[in-house]
């Protein structure tokens, strides 16, 4: 099937070199020169571990190309529309720069093409796009991809949600997607809109939750890993739920969704989410501080700088703004990630080039975020370390914090 991806940063490029790599004849359309240079030499514009390899492989077998060219559309029976939605620092999307890129397309398309929407829009949004075109079929299937794991995600889906109208679009989507062999969940495309706000929404919910609770534990002499563990194993509940105690979520892409369900009405429960991660986020801040007391002239290590393990991002990072703090307070920071090469000039840190460089001579150790390579990465005696998540697990000598453990 000719299927022309619009949007080429991380879903897009995704889900273009996996589209090709499941036998479709794919053309990549996106408007910035340079994303299209460089895909064209095989360099994804984020780093996501086996893309690179991916879009070199659908290139050389030629049923990969990109382009600036609009005119791409005409020919493509599927029109999949794959931007990723820009979040600003107030978690707010800017929903008008998807739908005006769509819109540039409107001269192009042709009566009858099928316009496939990944991209997240607030509920409600297809509708617009309808009216304005309605000679065309326009589908919704919010993106299910996860930084770091987003070739697993799109190839071996759980299922996949689908919203239409038609029975033409339905049979068209089936065949676009039969290769993945994946349950379609199908329904109108109002609710596979919803579905994707009230995902995410649950999802940092139960975030939220298990880390209030985890609070609490730490108050009293529990275990929160052990109260999660007695959660999961409740058959109502379930073992794969949400339940880890930890860091707040980062990112944009839970907040952005209690963002667009916020806005509808009153609605106190979602509401209180954010406001429960926010607070959250000041948790390693503070056990710095009860524990080194004055930052001023302590030195701080810090492991991980990206937002999560696997990918290059660090907008919006939680270990980014911890390292922004700790310079405020007068204190040294010592960094390392195993991806990041360099770092904004206005960010209070010396980056160093192994996990041994960033601890030498520090005063605490954060882990920010959870590389595999600092599971079993060295501490030097003494050190206190500051794990959120308990990823690098208690060690002899060592004065160890996580999320939800005594002391």
Known sequence: MKVCVFGLWHLGTVTAACAASIGHEVTGLDFDETTIERLNRSEPPLYEPGLAELVRKGLDAGTLRFTTDAGAVK?????????????????????????????????????????????????????????????????SSPENLRLGKAIDAFLKPDRIVVGTRTEEARQIIAELLQPLHAPIEWMSIESAEMTKHALNAFLATSVAFINEIAVICEHVGADASEVARGLKTDARIGPRAYLSPGGAFAGGTLARDIEFLKSHKQLPLIAAVKTSNDQHKNWARAKLLSVLGDMKGKTIAVWGLTYKPGTDTLRRSTAIELCRWLGSQGARVQAHDPVVKSIPADLPVMLCSSPAGAVDGADALVVATEWPEYRHAEVPAGMIVIDAGGFTGRRENVRYYSVGKPS
């Open 75 to 139: 020919d493509a029976r599927v029109v999949w529309v794959t931007f990723d939605t820009p979040v600003g620092d107030d978690d707010r999307a800017d929903t008008d720069f998807v739908i005006k890129r769509i819109e540039s397309l409107f001269d192009h398309l042709a009566a009858g093409t099928l316009v496939l929407v990944s991209s997240q829009l607030p509920a409600g949004s297809i509708r617009g796009l309808e009216r304005a075109r309605p000679d065309v079929m326009f589908a």
